[in-house]
Every structure is written in C-alpha cells, then in structure tokens.
C-alpha cells in the first residue's frame, strides 16, 4: 500500500506539463529523504515571502533537488522537475507564495504515502469473497438451482412465445393464457382489488352519503375548527375519490393520499400535502387548529373539485 500510495504521488507529478530538466538525477533516494527536501523547501518558500527575489526561488529549486529517483521497496521511480516551481521567478511575494502552496501540498501527499499502514491479504481475500457472494458460485445450493431453473423456464417460454416453434408455441400461448386466468382469479379471492359496491345491512348497496363540506361550514360558523378540519379533510378524500384518482377506504392515511396524488395528479400535490399536513398535525400532533388551517383545507377540496 505504501509503495502504490507513493507512486501515485509522483505520477500525479510527472502528468502536469514538465519544464525542463537542468540536471540528470543523482542516485536513487528514499521516500523519507524526499521528504525532508520537501519540507527545507517549504520552510524556504515562506521566508522568501517576506523578502523576495530570483536567487530566493532559485534556492527552493534546489532545496527540492528534483529531478531525482525515489526507490521505493527495490523499485526505483524518476521524478522530474516540479512543473510549477521551475516557472516561478521570485520577483514578487506571490510567486513565493504559490511555491509554498505547492511544495506543501506535495509534502502532505508524501506524508500521507509513506505512513499509509500494509495491506492485509487475509483482508483483501475476504473483502473480495464478500464482494462476489451471490454473484459468481461455483457450487450453487438448492435455492440457486431452484431459482435459475425458473429463470431458464421463463426464457424459453418468452422465446416461444414471439417466435413461432410449432407446438411449442401453441403450448406456450395456452400456459400464458392460464396464468392470467389464474392470476385474475387470485386477485378476487384474496381481494386485492376492491369490490366496486359493499352491501350494508338491509340488503341495499347505496347507501345515504355524507356532504362533508356542507358538514364542515357548518363548523366552521359554529366555532369549532375541529370538526371543521376533520369534515374538509373527509371531503377531500370524497373529492378525490369521486374524480377516481384513489379508493376512499377506512385504512386510507394521508401519507398514502400524498403518494397516490403525486403519481397520477402532481398538479393537485402542492395542495393536497398542505392540507394533509395540516390535518396530521392537528388530528395526530395536537396543534391548535386555526383559521389558516381550515382556509388550507378548503382550497384543497375546491381544487380536487375542479381538476
């Protein structure tokens, strides 16, 4: 890791646009004396800050005492010229601050390289297992071959189904065919769609619905906004559920409300989320109600209304 860590410090180096070299590297150094020569440099770069001049640039050069090669655990790595430093003049504090900056960012990179911990290969044989678990298996289980059978089974029914293979075909038509019969089937008796008319006792299946608007004015000029929130946010499911955008059952939350309008009406969402946050807040939350709240709620229905 340490050696990868530092090769990646100096490649990053040497892809910047590389001035010319002024001298050929000396013999190969280690990481750590890079590192020292990066850290006099830095320290020189600062100073020149205060009282700047070309002989001062010239100085960080060779402080740096780049190019050189780095051998990092028996692989040797060139590193030239610093692309940045090599141009600086030093005629003004700037230049010696930019110097500074990227000497010190250079030394930072190397510090981190040189103490980045070893990899473990115990580690990394685990991580890469985790890694392909479920994915690449050899020996699959019982699951497995249960799972890619049916997969293999779907294939070939697909395949038959949009290229005519004789019988095959027509095998494959019928079974299609009799899953969706049974799926219908399914459905009803599991109920999963509701019914379109309940009967209630007496055998009639119409029966008297409540005007809840006309329930929450009502409240409303008698004072009680409880009731009144209550009522509009009754007469915003009716609403809704008159248009067919949602199912007004008893199980029916306001979350479930939000969700369905945001897919099929966004338009209607902004509204809808007001008055269903109001309606939570003061039904579940125990907030006051306010006038504001009912005006809220009000709006929503005549929006439903009209949409």
């Known amino acids: 890791m340490r050696r990868i860590a530092l090769l990646c410090v100096v490649l990053a180096m040497a ?27 830095a320290a020189l770069a600062e100073e020149g800050v205060a009282d700047p001049s070309p002989a001062r640039m010239r100085e960080v050069e060779e402080a740096m005492g780049l190019p050189t090669v780095v051998r990092v655990d028996g692989v040797d790595v060139a590193v030239p010229p610093d692309p940045i430093v090599t141009t600086l003049t030093g005629a003004q504090a700037e230049d010696f601050l930019r ?28 991580a890469l297992t985790e890694a392909y678990r479920g994915v690449l298996q050899v020996d699959p289980g019982l699951i497995e071959r249960i799972r890619r059978a049916i997969g293999e089974l779907i294939q070939g029914l697909l395949e038959r189904l949009f290229s005519f293979q004789g019988a095959g075909t027509i095998v494959a038509w019928v079974v299609l065919v009799g899953l969706g019969i049974f799926a219908v089937w399914l459905i009803r008796r599991l109920r999963l769609v509701p019914e379109a ?16 608007i006309a329930r929450a004015e009502e409240a409303v000029r008698a004072g009680d906004l409880h009731l009144a929130v209550h ?32 897919a099929v009406r966004p338009e209607l969402f902004d509204a809808v989320a007001d008055a269903t946050g109001a309606f939570e807040q003061i039904a579940y939350g125990g907030a006051a109600p306010e006038p504001d709240d009912v005006d809220t709620l009000r709006r929503a229905v005549a929006l439903a209304r009209s949409r």
Request: aromatic share 2%.
């Open 15 to 41: 892809l910047l646009p590389v001035a010319p070299a002024a001298a050929q590297p000396g013999p190969a150094i280690s990481p750590e004396e890079l590192l020292d020569r990066l850290r006099a440099a």
């Open 99 to 126: 110097a500074a900056d990227r000497v010190g960012a250079l030394r930072d990179s190397l510090e981190r390289a040189t103490s980045a911990a070893p990899v473990d290969a115990d580690d990394i044989e685990a």
């Open 231 to 262: 009522a509009f946010y009754r007469g915003l499911l009716s609403a809704l559920s008159g248009r067919g955008l949602l199912i007004d059952a008893p199980g029916l939350t306001a979350g479930e409300c939000r969700s369905t309008v945001r």
């Open 197 to 212: 008319s309940t009967e209630v006792a007496g055998g009639r299946t119409d029966a008297p619905r409540v005007d809840w």
